[in-house]
């Protein structure tokens, strides 16, 4: 269940309250997703992180340093500065431990290259 709190942040990130919310499939991940439908009919991504932003349900690495930031936003960068179309990244709040994201729509890299 999405918190109350990350509702309010939606609706303060783009002025509207969803017109709903639909819970999407996840794979092999903590993470739970969500699909927002604003009253466009425009969709945005919100990834909800498991409680501890550097849980388990993290990327695993060999990395023994202070990470500067989650795995997840660290790979983004890599891949927008390599000219690999991802979905942006809209908005992090670690205090809510989730991420919107650009909605790239049902689409898997698994189905295209099957």
Not at 17 to 24: D, R
Not at 51 to 71: H, Q, R
Not at 100 to 105: A, F, K, W, Y
Not at 107 to 112: A, D, F, M, R, V
Request: net charge negative; charged share 25%.
């Amino acid at each position: 269940m999405m918190s109350t709190n990350l509702k309010d942040q939606y609706e303060k990130m783009f002025s509207q309250s969803p017109l709903k919310i639909t819970k999407l499939h996840g794979d092999a991940s903590n993470r739970i997703y969500y699909r927002a439908t604003l009253q466009n009919q425009t969709t945005y991504i919100i990834m909800q992180l498991p409680a501890g932003a550097s849980s388990v349900s993290e990327e695993i690495t060999n990395f023994k340093g202070k990470k500067d930031e989650l795995p997840f936003l660290n790979i983004a960068t890599f891949l927008e500065k390599n000219k690999i179309p991802i979905p942006e990244v809209l908005r992090f709040s670690p205090e809510e431990n989730c991420i919107i994201l650009e909605d790239l729509g049902d689409t898997t890299l698994e189905s295209i290259i099957k």
